[in-house]
């Protein structure tokens, strides 16, 4: 037994006896009359105040119950052969898929219990490291051996909606193991995607696997266009579906928190499903997607987006003249834009400067200036060499290669759907980098920078491919001017990852930043040097960032806001994944499997359901029904009637 | 209406009455009555169903002589007919503080009881005396007869009683003794006394039809004590302690069975009949099917 004091306790046998033997003070219960009573009761007059004991059913179960409590409450325990070793780093999973919750799952429950289980497990004098593992590494407890301070501490974990990135947990369960041999790694996920370290850990590693259900949809992706000119914004959503079974759902927009759209959408299994919808008004300065009803993960049925309400940049369309690329640059709020033929191209400029409205983007579509602007520009089918690069000859049925998602030129654009007929050549100059490439390697779309300039360019001409025809082609175009034209100082993305810390450029009279998050909390952080590094967020949200500072003009002022959101398909994808990949990251000890270690295997519980029981008969006993009152329950008379004959 | 027929229509309606009167209390002893009623007497007399011949003594009815059997046997011989006459139907309520007891009330249930069975008297003509039996004494009510008589009877059974003692065999024996005119006797009571068959047999010796309602409230039929109970006899203020469970209620219906059993035996024995009543009986069902079917009224 682990508390032998606990048996105490069992006083308490001798006192409930005791309890049965005092005689009670009675209840008076007026009767018509004694007269057949008193044939029965022989002890009428026995005034002590003590009785003798008479077997009682009730008595009996007390006994029993208290007997009971007091051997579960000294822990009594069988001595069991351990499988983990005598140093146990156990990682919880807490990323968004185990917040997963549908029907009789519930994943984090699922997780605690199981990892209270593996802390039931510990060999004897075993410690254990709990780990909380979202993102980063949460150590709760740190190589205990008080397994209620771990099991405390367990009851506490609960799920985030932080897309999951083992990398920490495991650099830390390594540094532990490393100082003791004898340490088994126990990680307790769903193995959904979790993002892994590249390189082993130095012990063997468990995989306690929780999680059956795959039956969840995502928005994945959400993002607002501003028709040019037009008195409406355009929504670009994507729903997926990663389930096995194909799924409608009802998908509803909101604008500054008023429904103005919602439509049912069928995803196939394992797809995904994409919407531009045009009914948005252009005032709205948020935008909130939701799927209404419910799936097995929660987080990522809602999605946020912010309308930028920002000056236009004066645009520039050099070229013969393309109505898919101007079309698709006037649909971006941050454009205003103009258009002229090569030869008026340098006449323009000046004409721009000399105005005091100079441009500040060209797009060449088809042509190559002599002389680059100093301008961010955009190179489409070039033709001839330039601040680009060097122009070769022609790719005929050019694939397109694997592309980065993480890639912000690509963010929302699915390419591969994408034909291009013919596309050039072309050896970038020093400073850009391919966004997509050919399977051999040349590239398609490239950005950078070239001599300071933000410089991007696309490899092919826009009238020899389906990609214009393509929702992909906006997204592309809005992605590479925001490349192109990065957001100014001290201004927040419109749109962030849970879990992504930035740092941002602000004005240094600024002491401190206010982060409200849109469900009403609020935290402060300082600004050093003009920098604020603002952390990851934790939830899906709008975040607005208000300035504290002793001057009245920036005091209170809003900084900026941004849309935090899940999208990550990793996470939305809930079906437990393949341990396999978790548990090879472990090394395998040189001298085979680890030696049993001894361990307790507890049986206090069993007491304790056995103690419920008999409380349970206990009370049943105590108000058991008597013959009487059944009959009247069902409605029979008493029974001797007169037709008794005597 | 009047505060008598207030009293009637408390006890019954009616449609039970009318009911009522479709019956008569058994008379299964033939009885010697003062005037001409509704029953059979051993009375010798004129009617039409034959009884008996008798040798001719002087001053007989010559109308009565058989003829017929002079012509045979040349002696005379006169015909007995049964002679119809009343009976006294006595109803007797146990009053003790006993029967101030129960869900019903047995002595509420006692005086409807009394009040249907006396009613089924005046019906059929008979006299009839009710009386309460308590406080060592009993108080009859002066004989009546008739249906006309039934309000004055339900206000002398429905009177409050404030009986104190018990006394069931001293006040059935003062009963005894003074009764007059014989016929169905009808007690009505717990008979929860140490005097009870004494009482008993006092009124079974009265030669009248002896019946018995041995009326006993649901909770005295079916106890339910508490573990810590100290029962209070409301009657004569002893107390006894029980400790309400399963085997103690067990014992207590098997001394009640074996209780009701005694009087049964004592009771038939004498001739009578015995019935044991809960308190929440229906009257209808008590005299239409348990007193029918105990021959009790008929």
Redesign the interface.
């Given at each position: 037994m682990i508390v032998p004091l606990a048996l105490i306790g069992l006083i308490s046998l001798p006192v409930i006896v005791a309890f049965y033997m005092l005689r009670?003070?009675?209840?008076?219960?007026?009767?018509?009359?004694?007269?057949?009573?008193?044939?029965?009761?022989r002890?009428?007059e026995a005034n002590a105040p003590w009785q003798r004991l008479?077997f009682?059913w009730l008595l009996l179960v007390q006994l029993l119950i208290a007997a009971i409590v007091v051997v579960a409450a000294a822990r009594p325990f069988t001595p069991v052969q351990s499988d983990l070793a005598a140093n146990v780093v156990l990682i919880v999973d807490t990323s968004a898929s185990m917040a997963t919750s549908i029907g009789g799952e519930d994943r984090i429950a699922l997780a605690r219990d199981r990892a209270a289980e593996v802390v039931g497990r510990l060999p004897e004098g075993g410690t254990v490291t709990v780990v909380a593992a979202a993102d980063s590494a949460n150590v709760l407890v740190s190589e205990t051996d008080d397994r209620d301070a771990a099991l405390e501490a367990i009851d506490g974990i609960t799920a985030t909606q932080i897309p999951g990135d083992l990398t920490d947990a495991f650099a830390l369960a390594s540094a532990l193991a490393a100082k003791d041999s004898d340490s088994t790694i126990v990680v307790v996920t769903d193995a959904a995607g979790d993002e892994l370290p590249a390189l082993g850990v130095g012990a063997p590693v468990q995989v306690e696997r929780v999680g059956e259900t795959d039956a969840n949809q995502a928005i994945a992706a959400l993002s607002a266009v501003r028709r040019s000119g037009g008195a409406q914004l355009d929504l670009f959503v994507a729903v997926s579906n990663p389930s096995g079974a194909e799924a409608t759902r009802r998908l509803e927009v909101y604008a500054d928190g008023e429904l103005v759209d919602a439509r049912d959408m069928t995803i196939p299994a394992g797809q995904r499903a994409e919407a531009l919808i045009g009914s948005v008004p252009a005032a709205a300065r948020t935008l909130e997607a939701r799927l209404a009803g419910s799936d097995a993960l929660a987080t990522d049925d809602r999605a946020v987006a912010v309308v930028p309400a920002e000056e236009a940049t004066r645009a520039l369309v050099v070229g013969p003249g393309n109505a898919y690329l101007e079309n698709a640059l006037a649909l971006l709020p941050r454009l205003e834009l103009f258009a002229v033929g090569i030869e008026g191209y340098e006449d323009a400029l000046a004409d721009a400067e000399e105005d005091g409205t100079p441009y500040g983007f060209v797009v060449f579509d088809g042509v190559v200036p002599d002389e680059a602007p100093a301008v961010p520009a955009l190179y489409v089918d070039p033709r001839d060499d330039g601040a680009f690069g060097t122009v070769g000859g022609r790719i005929d049925s050019p694939g397109i290669d694997r592309t980065d998602p993480n890639d912000p030129i690509l963010r929302f654009v699915d390419l591969t759907t994408v034909h291009i007929g013919r596309a050039r050549s072309i050896e970038l100059a020093d400073g850009l980098d391919p966004v997509v490439s050919t399977p051999a390697g040349a590239p398609l779309v490239a950005a950078g920078s070239v001599a300071g300039t933000p410089t991007a360019v696309i490899a092919f001409d826009l009238d020899e491919s389906d990609l214009p025809l393509q929702v992909a082609f906006p997204l592309l175009m809005s992605n590479l001017v925001d490349a192109l034209l990065p957001v100014g100082e001290g201004i927040l993305p419109s749109s962030m990852k849970l879990g992504e810390p930035i740092r941002v450029r602000v004005d240094p009279a600024i002491e401190r930043v206010t982060v409200h998050d849109d469900d009403g909390t609020e935290r402060e952080v300082p600004v050093i040097g003009g920098e604020l590094t603002l952390p990851g967020a934790d939830r899906v949200g709008l975040r607005e960032l208000v300035a504290v500072s002793t001057d009245p003009e920036l005091d209170g002022k809003v900084l900026g806001t941004t849309a935090v959101n899940l999208f990550s398909n990793d996470e939305s994808d809930v079906t437990p994944g393949d341990p396999t990949r978790i548990t090879d990251m472990g090394r395998v000890p040189d001298d085979g499997p680890t030696a049993a270690q001894p361990a307790r295997a507890e049986w206090w519980w069993p007491l304790a359901i056995a103690a419920l029981a008999l409380l349970a008969v206990e009370w049943l006993l105590f108000h058991?029904p008597?013959?009487?009152?059944i009959?009247r329950a069902f409605g029979r008379?008493?029974?001797?009637?007169?037709?008794?004959?005597? | 209406m009047t505060v008598a027929e207030t009293e009637r229509s408390r006890l019954f309606d009616e449609t039970f009455l009318r009911r009522l009167e479709q019956l008569e209390l058994a008379s299964r002893r033939l009885t010697a009555g003062r005037m001409k009623g509704e029953r059979r007497s051993v009375r010798r007399g004129q009617s039409v169903e034959f009884a008996d011949y008798r040798t001719y003594a002087t001053g007989d009815d010559l109308r009565q002589l058989d003829w017929n059997a002079y012509a045979r046997l040349e002696r005379l011989f006169v015909k007995l007919f049964v002679e119809e006459e009343d009976v006294t139907v006595h109803v007797l309520v146990d009053a003790s503080?006993?029967?101030?007891?129960?869900e019903p009330n047995?002595l509420d249930a006692a005086r409807r009881a009394a009040a249907a069975l006396a009613y089924l008297g005046l019906a059929s003509m008979d006299r009839v005396s009710v009386a309460f039996l308590g406080d060592g004494t009993a108080s009859p009510m002066r004989p009546l007869r008739g249906k006309r008589r039934a309000t004055e009877l339900f206000t002398f059974l429905t009177e409050p009683r404030h009986e104190r003692l018990t006394g069931l065999a001293s006040a059935a024996r003062a009963y005894a003794s003074r009764m007059r005119g014989t016929g169905p006797l009808v007690l009505i009571s717990?008979l929860?006394?140490?005097g009870y068959l004494d009482a008993l047999r006092d009124l079974a010796g009265t030669r009248s039809q002896l019946s018995v309602?041995h009326l006993?409230?649901?909770?005295?039929?079916?106890?339910?004590?508490?573990?810590?109970?100290?029962?209070?006899?409301?009657?004569?203020g002893?107390?006894?302690?029980?400790?309400g469970?399963?085997d103690?209620?067990d014992?207590?219906r098997a001394?009640?069975e074996e209780?009701?059993?005694e009087?049964?035996?004592f009771?038939?024995r004498r001739g009578g009949a015995?019935?044991?009543?809960?308190s929440?009986?229906d009257l209808a069902d008590?005299l239409f099917?348990?007193?029918r079917?105990?021959r009790v009224v008929e």
């Open positions: 009670l003070r009675r209840r008076d219960v007026p009767v018509g009359s004694t007269f057949l009573w008193q044939q029965l009761i002890d009428v008479r009682s058991r008597t013959r009487r009152s009959g008379r008493p029974q001797p009637l007169g037709g008794r004959a005597r | 503080r006993s029967m101030d007891y129960g047995k717990d929860m006394d140490p309602l006993l409230a649901p909770e005295e039929l079916e106890p339910e004590v508490a573990p810590d109970a100290r029962l209070v006899d409301q009657e004569t002893q107390q006894v302690e029980v400790s469970d399963d103690l209620v014992r207590y001394r009640l209780w009701s059993e009087i049964g035996s009771v038939s015995y019935v044991r009543v809960p929440d009986i008590l099917d348990v007193l079917r105990r």
